[in-house]
Every structure is written in C-alpha cells, then in structure tokens.
C-alpha cells in the first residue's frame, strides 16, 4: 500500500467561537495530487494551513507519516517545515532576474552554487520557462510569475508541495499552463500535490482525489453553482437569496439568514431573447468558458459571478454557441436548492 504522508484526525478550528473546520477523518498519500475544493469560506484555506504548519489547529491530531505534529512548537517541526513549501495566493517576487528569484532559498540553504545551477536549470524546465533565467521579474506576465514562484518552490525539492488557489489570479491561456506544470509535477518528480481551488472542474482535471468541504466539514461532493448567501425576505413576502457582485436569486425558502445554495446546472435554460415564462429568475451573461464533455457541453457563464450550464451538444449546435457570446439564463426558483 501507498505511503500516507498526513493522517488527520478529528480536527477542529474555532475562531470567533465558530467552528470553522471540523475533520474527522483524513489522509493523504505519497505522490498523489489532491484538490480541496469548496465555497468561499469553507474552509479550504484554514485546512491547507494547518496541515503547512502556518496555523494550528485547536482540537484533534495530525500525523507527518507516523510522527505526531498536532501543536508541536516551531523547533519541533523545523525537519517538516524543510519538507514542505506553500506557493500563496498572491506570490512574491524581488525585482531580481527569474535566476536569483529562484535561488534565493538555495542560497539560504547553503547548497553548493554546482547543484544550485542543475536544480534551477530542472525547475525551470518543469515549469516550462528554461529561456527565462536572465529576465527581469517585473517583466513577466502574470502566469509567468506564478510558474516562477512554483519554481521557486521545486528547487528546495519538496516532499509536499502546497498550493493555495493557484489559478485565481492569472488569465485562462496561463491557466492551462500552470495546470499541465501541477501534472508534470507529479509525474517527473512525484512531489505530493495538494492544492485549493474554488474552481470543481479544476479539481477534477487534475486530482487523484477531490476533498470537498462545506461550512468546513467534509462532504461527499460538492455540487455545481454552489454558493454562500444571504436570504432576505422583501415586502411582498418573497424571499431572495443575495449573494457576490449583488446578484440576487427568487428563491423557495422558510428561512433567512446566511445560506449555501446550488443550481442544477441542468435546470437552467439558454436563450438569445429574454425568456418570457413563469421563472423568475433571469441574467444576461457572457460565455467565458467550453468545455465538451461526451454528448454534453458545459459552459462557464459570467453573469457577475460564473455560473455553471450544462446542454446537450445537439442545442449547442443548433445555438450557434461561441466564446463571448451574450445569452439570458433563465431557471426557476424551485430550482435553487437550499443547504
Ligand atoms: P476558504 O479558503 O474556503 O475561503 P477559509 O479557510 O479562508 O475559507 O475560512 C473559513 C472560515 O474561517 C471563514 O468563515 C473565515 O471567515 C474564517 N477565518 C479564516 N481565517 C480567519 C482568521 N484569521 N480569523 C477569523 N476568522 C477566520
């Protein structure tokens, strides 16, 4: 059987009195890619912590292979702290060249200038940026930098590599790049992967396994369009449920308050023309994304938030669908399901 790197253990973080994680079980093996995915504030980012050792955790137990590491201090797990690297969010970069960007934390390590050069000249490889060396970082695109920074991260030859939300902040072609490096990645140099993303298809496309959380515990399957709200109730005794960029959905609700909802993606319809039905629900969106899934097409839909569609390949076709195009989604309010 494979190795298992983490086992996790009846886990729980409070902050403000809430319990915002709350794991009874997990583990992870050697060499695997895992995705932890979810909402916003679902707890994705406090699990990665905990397990990168930046946060601890308030009840339960973590073992690094068989050794203990739950509230050890810093000293005590400088060995770990070695073995494992996190690649943030918003990755930094000196205003150095990509070369002394990537081996700053060689140089700290004292590893002999020899093996520093092989080291960077294989990260830069994986990440596909072996002609970038002498390029200034500020001159860099978005996507070049993360791949920098993931460089950065390989050269220290982790055993662990963490990445948190690694695809937010770039565009889709650089999307598809840092996506094929995590593959490469695992493949080349077997480095464990975990990874967060808020992205599901994502997840599915690159990991061996998907942990998905919802209000930090863990669920079998975290369903399309699931999003975290508000539910109001307005005058006319109708209730709605207000979500990111002031969206709001016509909703079928007892109660108010804060609220997780998913949309079937099946249950939404597509039209050029406004859809004149009993629906309440309707947004003119942009398609930003295609994605055929055998005789199904998924589309990524900005309408202010992206929304998942899914149609058969027949009335893709027959709507002469493209990238950019503007359509009016339409679903009913009983087809917003409430958690
Ligand atoms: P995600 O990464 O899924 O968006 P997080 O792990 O960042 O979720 O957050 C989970 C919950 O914990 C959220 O309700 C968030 O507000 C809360 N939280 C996270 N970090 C802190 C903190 N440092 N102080 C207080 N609350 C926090």
Do not use: C
């Not at 992967?193 to 669920?219: C, M, N, P, W």
Request: avoid cysteine.
């Amino acid at each position: 059987m494979d190795k298992l790197i983490f086992k996790v253990r009846d886990l729980k973080k409070v902050y403000n009195n809430k319990i915002v994680l709350d794991v009874d079980n997990l583990n992870f093996q050697e060499g695997k890619i895992y995705a932890i995915v979810g909402p916003n504030g679902s707890g994705k980012t406090t699990l990665l912590n905990i397990l990168n050792l930046l946060e601890k955790a308030d009840e339960g137990q973590i073992f690094f292979y068989d050794q203990e590491i739950t509230n050890k201090s810093n000293s005590d797990t400088l060995e770990i702290r070695r073995k494992i690297t996190l690649v943030n969010q918003d990755p930094f970069l000196f205003h150095s060249t990509v070369y002394d960007n990537i081996a700053y934390g060689l140089k700290i390590r004292s590893i002999p200038p020899k093996v520093q050069k092989s080291r960077i000249r294989s990260a830069l490889n994986i990440v596909g940026l072996s002609g970038f060396k002498d390029r200034k970082a500020n001159q860099l695109s978005g996507g070049e930098a993360q791949r920098v920074v993931i460089a950065r991260a390989l050269v220290i030859e982790p055993e662990i590599l963490f990445l948190d939300e690694p695809t937010t902040s770039i565009d889709q072609k650089h999307i598809d790049v840092v996506e094929r490096v995590i593959k490469k990645i695992k493949k080349e140099i077997k480095t464990t992967v975990i990874f967060t993303t808020h992205d599901l298809s994502q997840a599915y496309r690159l990991a061996d396994e998907v942990i998905s959380l919802l209000d930090g515990k863990i669920i079998k399957q975290v369903p399309e369009n699931l999003l975290r709200g508000e539910i109001i109730e307005e005058e006319d005794n109708l209730k709605w449920f207000k979500t990111a960029g002031n969206i709001k959905f016509a909703i079928v609700s007892e109660k108010v308050g804060l609220a997780y909802i998913s949309i079937d993606p099946r249950d939404i319809i597509l039209s050029y023309e406004q859809f004149q039905s009993s629906a309440r629900n309707s947004f003119l969106g942009k398609i930003t994304k295609i994605i055929e899934q055998n005789h199904l097409v998924k589309l990524e839909i900005d309408i202010g938030i992206p929304l998942v569609v899914i149609i058969t390949r027949e009335s893709f076709f027959k709507m002469n669908l493209n990238l950019g195009s503007k359509v009016y989604l339409t679903f009913k309010a009983s087809a917003v399901k409430l958690y």
